[in-house]
């Protein structure tokens, strides 16, 4: 079973600064990794998959970089609709979520 | 993009079943695989069980393995989840999720807003 290791568990920062989030491996994923967004009392929508590939509507302020075991979701300058939780989530075997990452003000 | 519309949560006794459905719109359903995927209040997003277009490919977290059955209906464009011996431990928020590929598992781009399913005596 791959464990996703999400850090720091809560970042706290200010609209307009860059945000870095971590996703760790237990073991290599290759770059089968995505990540979401999930606001309080929303489902979580889609941001980046296979590592580093916006989905469809994602603004370019978000990024996603790594390979292996090591990932890194960056927001480049916090909007105020962007703090939230985060989630990676790998598909190198079936699919499982981290443990979030909660971006506040 | 699509929508999806759960029904079917409700509170239920230790030990019961449980039948969970998802009702697809505004894409190809037969097209691609479907999840579902539970979150208890407060805590993370918890993957539960994963069925391909052609439901030739299923697979289960470990945790329902045995007491949970995913199926889809492409006639009635619709993703089901019946729950059996249910434990307190199931209670959660259960999503209906739209992968992005029809055969193998990826990622989820289109989501419900979910139905609760609460467990209890």
């Known amino acids: 079973e791959i464990v996703l290791t999400q850090s720091p568990a809560t970042l706290s920062l200010s609209p307009g600064e860059r945000a870095t989030l971590s996703c760790r491996a237990s073991?290599?994923?290759?770059?089968?990794l995505g990540w979401y967004q999930q606001k309080p009392g929303q489902a979580p929508r889609l941001l980046i998959y296979?590592?580093?590939n916006r989905a469809t509507g994602i603004p370019a302020r978000f990024s996603g970089s790594g390979s292996g075991t090591d990932f890194t979701l960056t927001i480049s300058s916090l909007e105020s609709e962007d703090f939230a939780v985060y989630y990676c989530q790998q598909r190198s075997t079936w699919p499982a979520f981290g443990g979030g990452t909660r971006v506040e003000i | 993009e699509g929508q999806l519309v759960e029904s079917g949560g409700g509170l239920v006794q230790p030990g019961r079943s449980l039948k969970l459905s998802c009702a697809a719109s505004?894409?190809?359903?037969?097209?691609?695989?479907m999840h579902w995927v539970r979150q208890v209040p407060g805590k993370g997003l918890e993957w539960v069980s994963g069925i391909s277009w052609n439901s030739d490919s299923i697979e289960y977290a470990s945790s329902v393995k045995g007491r949970f059955t995913i199926s889809r209906d492409s006639a009635k464009n619709s993703l089901y989840l019946q729950m059996n011996s249910l434990r307190t431990e199931d209670t959660a928020l259960y999503y209906c999720a739209k992968d992005i590929s029809g055969l193998f598992f990826q990622y989820m781009d289109v989501w419900g807003k979910g139905t609760t399913v609460i467990v209890s005596s």
């Open positions: 296979d590592a580093s």
């Open positions: 505004g894409f190809t359903f037969d097209n691609y695989a």
């Open positions: 073991q290599s994923v290759s770059n089968y």
